[in-house]
């Protein structure tokens, strides 16, 4: 019997001490969905899947009239989805139409990227007028993850 006392008690101690996941884990709930996307591949599969997701999110969203805040953060080689020289045809013209009819979705581009295609490529490199800039995309992320949005990878 003393052995399960200790153990109940080690157990309350540890829960008040660390909190349950609920509270670990709790945020004020506004009612507003978000999600982050993540794109860092040149692959223009890939980057449709992207778009995909984001419209089906949307739409479902809007659909049973809840907000939702959608960012699509691209680095490393998926920065060309938001290029506008080198982003397949299809997905520049799709790109284009976010920018035009889904407020909510914004894209966000990685500084440190763009820094790195323009030293290798010895020229400036266009991107998509409405897009973000933060000097790190992964950081983006980190920071998206800690605040509580959904990071998905489609």
């Given at each position: 019997?003393?052995?399960?006392?200790?153990?109940?008690?080690?157990?309350?101690?540890?829960?008040?001490?660390?909190?349950?996941?609920?509270?670990?884990?709790?945020?004020?709930?506004?009612?507003?969905?978000?999600?982050?996307?993540?794109?860092?591949?040149?692959?223009?599969?890939?980057?449709?899947?992207?778009?995909?997701?984001?419209?089906?999110?949307?739409?479902?969203?809007?659909?049973?009239?809840?907000?939702?805040?959608?960012?699509i953060v691209?680095?490393?080689?998926?920065?060309?989805?938001?290029?506008?020289?080198?982003?397949?045809?299809d997905v520049?013209?799709?790109?284009?139409?976010?920018?035009?009819?889904?407020?909510?979705?914004?894209?966000?581009?990685?500084?440190?990227?763009?820094?790195?295609?323009?030293?290798?490529?010895?020229?400036?490199?266009?991107?998509?007028?409405?897009?973000?800039?933060?000097?790190?995309?992964?950081?983006a992320l980190?920071?998206?993850?800690?605040?509580?949005?959904?990071?998905?990878?489609?």
């Open positions: 019997m003393p052995v399960l006392f200790r153990a109940l008690v080690l157990l309350c101690f540890v829960t008040v001490a660390v909190g349950t996941p609920s509270e670990l884990w709790a945020e004020e709930d506004d009612g507003i969905h978000r999600l982050v996307l993540q794109i860092s591949d040149n692959d223009p599969h890939k980057m449709m899947s992207v778009l995909n997701v984001a419209a089906n999110v949307s739409r479902h969203y809007s659909g049973i009239g809840e907000e939702v805040e959608i960012r691209a680095f490393e080689a998926g920065l060309h989805l938001l290029r506008t020289d080198t982003a397949p045809e520049a013209k799709r790109v284009q139409g976010f920018e035009m009819s889904m407020p909510n979705v914004a894209f966000v581009a990685c500084g440190n990227t763009i820094d790195t295609m323009e030293r290798l490529e010895g020229a400036k490199i266009p991107i998509i007028e409405h897009a973000e800039i933060v000097q790190t995309g992964v950081v980190i920071e998206a993850n800690e605040a509580g949005w959904t990071i998905v990878r489609p």
